[in-house]
């Protein structure tokens, strides 16, 4: 199994170019199973979620050829409606063909995911959502078996916002007949994109990107071109890199827009930032300020930026906290921070932070993707070696993360 090896306390500088977002890349892949035919999906970045998200569109009869970041998807020859338990346990999105599926073909039976390290996570609102719009649900063996002849028009109210929830919905609505209203349905950019793609496929929605989503359903959709927008997420890491580590790094083929609340928190721990129309440079200027941060669905500042933040703040001159409101356990990464000798303290959903002016170098253990993340970070800013092992949880959301951060300067090393 590989670990990174990292030699800490070196300032990074330069430019990162960052790949298309994961979170977008996956539900479009998903929404192909509405269509008949070959469709060009550019930005695809290449990461293990995206090839799994691939083999589980073969296993379903889809064809796949993949060309860089380009990726050819013929979906003419659907002949399986299953997703596996083997699949969907080392990926939840793959419940994200259930929607999809039944919408085209009146069936899919689907594993369900179960828990996962940031919390219990269920499933309960894209199985209400479907009912809504007509569709019969058994749950047996572990798996959701669901048909429908007709899918029809529905308002679906969200008791929170859950952002593949609504993508399953906006995929199922599109060619269900009649109206559909999502209430309270996610913000976030990746359901944008995925409407996006809907529409020049021929749905018709209006109201992605609030909370209040139309669709008024069409008979069929045809295959199309589509790109796969910036991954915030990558951008806001390697901003919380040159900022953590003294450095001044700029990202670049970003969307500033879909990054708000993050550089409004880099501003608000002192760093110094400039945006243009598709890059931002951060620049540190010494040691942060302490901060609190709330996490929130967007555009409150993303769950998935967390981890990161959290190493960033332990250096922090002072005391921060971090109230988690999105998942209930993701705190993995704090007791591995606390080897390395940060003072984070757990108190329910919030985790306190108490600065201190150095990390040393230490073995650590990636406990999920973002944690494994908020990990390296803090292995670049501390003294000395810090390897971090389990790092196939970082390949399934980064594009060879630790040679962008080479590129920047980082002594950063993958060992098998
Ligand atoms: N929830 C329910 N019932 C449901 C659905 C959600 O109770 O049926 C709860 C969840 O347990 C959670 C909250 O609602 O407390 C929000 O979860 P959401 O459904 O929005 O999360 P998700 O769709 O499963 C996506 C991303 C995650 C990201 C979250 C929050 C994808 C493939 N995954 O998950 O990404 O953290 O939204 O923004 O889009 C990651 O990339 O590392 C990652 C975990």
């Known amino acids: 199994m590989d670990y990174i090896e990292i030699e800490g306390g070196v300032q990074l500088h330069g430019h990162v170019r960052i790949g298309g977002a994961k979170n977008a890349a996956l539900p479009i892949i998903a929404s192909l199973l509405l269509t008949t035919g070959e469709t060009r999906l550019c930005n695809v970045p290449r990461v293990r979620d995206v090839f799994t998200f691939g083999q589980l569109l073969q296993a379903l009869g889809a064809n796949i050829r993949s060309d860089g970041s380009e990726l050819v998807i013929d979906t003419s020859r659907i002949d399986r409606f299953e997703a596996p338990y083997e699949l969907v346990k080392t990926m939840r999105a793959s419940f994200l063909v259930l929607g999809p599926l039944l919408a085209r073909y009146g069936k899919a039976r689907v594993s369900l995911p179960g828990g996962c390290a940031i919390g219990a996570r269920p499933v309960n609102f894209h199985l209400q959502g479907l009912e809504a719009l007509g569709a019969h649900l058994e749950l047996t063996q572990g798996y959701v078996s669901a048909y429908a002849g007709q899918l029809r028009g529905a308002t679906i109210t969200f008791p929170t916002p859950t952002v593949t929830g609504t993508e399953n919905m906006l995929m199922a609505a599109v060619l269900a007949k009649g109206t559909t209203v999502i209430e309270n349905a996610a913000c976030e950019p990746e359901v944008v994109n995925l409407a996006e793609a809907l529409a020049r496929m021929g749905g018709r929605i209006i109201g992605a990107g609030s909370p209040r989503i139309a669709i008024e359903g069409v008979s069929d959709l045809e295959a199309s071109v589509h790109d ?101 356990n993701r705190y993995m990464h704090a007791a591995e921070l606390c080897r390395m000798g940060a003072k984070v303290d757990l108190e329910g959903s919030d985790a306190v932070i108490t600065g201190v002016p150095r990390l040393h170098g230490a073995p650590v253990m990636a406990t999920d993707l973002r944690a494994s993340a908020g990990l390296i970070l803090a292995g670049l800013a501390a003294e000395g070696l810090t390897t971090v092992s389990r790092v196939y949880h970082l390949d399934r959301g980064y594009e060879q993360i630790e040679v962008k951060l080479a590129a920047l300067g980082a002594k950063i090393r993958r060992l098998p």
Do not use: N
């Open 228 to 328: 796969i927008i910036p991954d915030r997420i990558e951008a806001g890491t390697f901003l919380v890199a040159g900022a953590m580590t003294g450095g001044d790094v700029t990202v670049d083929r970003c969307r500033p827009q879909h990054l708000g609340t993050l550089l409004d928190h880099l501003r608000g721990i002192g760093a110094g930032l400039e945006v243009g129309a598709d890059w931002v440079r951060v620049i540190s200027v010494g040691r942060a300020q302490p901060l609190d941060i709330v996490t929130a669905p967007y555009p409150g500042f993303p769950t998935d930026m967390q981890a990161q933040m959290m190493a960033l703040l332990t250096r922090a001159d002072g005391r921060s906290v971090i109230s988690e409101t999105v998942f209930e």
